[in-house]
C-alpha cells in the first residue's frame, strides 16, 4: 500500500516512539534506542526518494534528542546517538550511493521483457543478473518474465541483500559491488540506476558480456550507443535494451 507523502514518515516516526516507549521500562535505555532507530531505518525504504527516506530514518533519533530531558532518553550513553548513523550505514552502504541507493522496479515495469528480448529456450537455463537488487523487485519481476532462468542479484547492502535472500529464495543473491563482478557469463544483465552511472555499464558491457549477451537498462539509456529494442513500461518509464554485436572479423592478406 502506497501513502502520500508525509504520512510515511509520520507513520514511522509514531511507531518508533511507541516501541521505545514500550521498551524503556523493560530493557536498558541503549537497547530501546536501538529498536526504534531500527524500525525506522526499516521503514526509510518506504520513501521513493533519498531525502524522504532520511527524513524517515533520522525522524525518531533526532525527535528523541530534542526531547532528551525525558525519562529513559537521559540515560541514554553517549555512543547510543552512533546506532542510527550504524544502522542507516548498514542499509544504504556509502558506495552504493554512487549509483543508486534503493530504487526498487515498479510493478509490471518488465511484462513485456520476455516479448522484446526473446532468449533462446525461452531463457531455459540462462544466467540472469540484477546488478543491484535491493529488495528483490527486480528479481521478482525478471522471474515473471523468465521462469526458467537461472537468476542471481548482487547488493551491496548487507541488510539488504539478506533481506532480498528471504523475499527470493528461489534465487542466487550475494553481497558485491556491481562493478567488480564479472558479468562475461551472463546472458542478460538488468540495472536500474543512475544517469551518472550509465557510462560505465556501457563501458562494462562492451568490455565483459558475450556477443549475443544483453543489457536491459530500465530509465536511463547508454549514452551514445543506439539501443536494438526501446518500449514503454506502463507506467511512462522507457526500457533499453542492447544486445552485443559479434566481433568484427579481422581483414587478413
Known amino acids: 500500500m ?24 523493560r530493557v536498558a535505555p541503549a537497547w530501546a534506542l536501538v529498536a526504534g532507530c531500527a524500525l525506522g531505518s526499516a521503514a526509510s525504504l518506504w520513501g521513493d526518494r533519498w531525502w524522504r527516506r532520511g527524513l524517515i530514518a533520522l525522524g525518531f533519533p533526532l525527535s528523541l ?15 547510543g546517538w552512533l546506532v542510527p548513523l550504524v544502522l542507516l550505514l548498514a542499509v544504504y552502504p556509502l558506495n552504493a550511493w554512487r549509483d543508486a541507493p534503493l530504487f526498487p522496479t515498479p510493478r509490471g515495469a518488465l ?41 542471481e542479484g548482487i547488493e551491496g547492502s548487507a541488510l539488504l541483500r539478506w533481506l532480498c535472500a528471504l523475499r527470493c529464495p528461489w534465487a542466487r543473491v550475494r553481497r558485491g559491488d556491481i562493478w567488480r563482478a564479472d558479468w562475461s557469463g551472463y546472458g542478460l544483465v538488468y540495472l536500474f540506476q543512475r544517469p551518472e552511472s550509465m557510462p560505465r555499464a556501457a563501458a562494462k558491457a562492451r568490455a565483459e558480456l558475450a556477443p549475443g ?38 581483414a587478413t592478406n
Open 2 to 25: 502506497r501513502l502520500p507523502w508525509p504520512l510515511p514518515a509520520l507513520a514511522a516516526w509514531c511507531l518508533a516512539w511507541l516501541l521505545f516507549a514500550l521498551l524503556q521500562h
Open 65 to 79: 534528542a530534542l526531547a532528551s530531558g525525558l525519562p529513559g532518553a537521559a540515560a541514554l550513553p553517549a555512543w
Open 111 to 151: 511484462a513485456q521483457l520476455s516479448a522484446q528480448v526473446p532468449l533462446a529456450g525461452g531463457g531455459e537455463g540462462a544466467r540472469i543478473l540484477d546488478a543491484g537488487c535491493g529488495l528483490g523487485a527486480g528479481l521478482r519481476a525478471l522471474r515473471s518474465a523468465y521462469p526458467a532462468a537461472r537468476l
Open 213 to 250: 549477451a544483453w543489457l536491459v537498462s530500465l530509465e536511463f539509456p547508454l549514452p551514445g550507443q543506439a539501443p536494438t529494442r526501446q518500449w514503454s513500461a506502463p507506467d511512462g518509464r522507457v526500457l533499453w535494451a542492447y544486445r552485443q554485436p559479434a566481433p568484427t572479423p579481422t
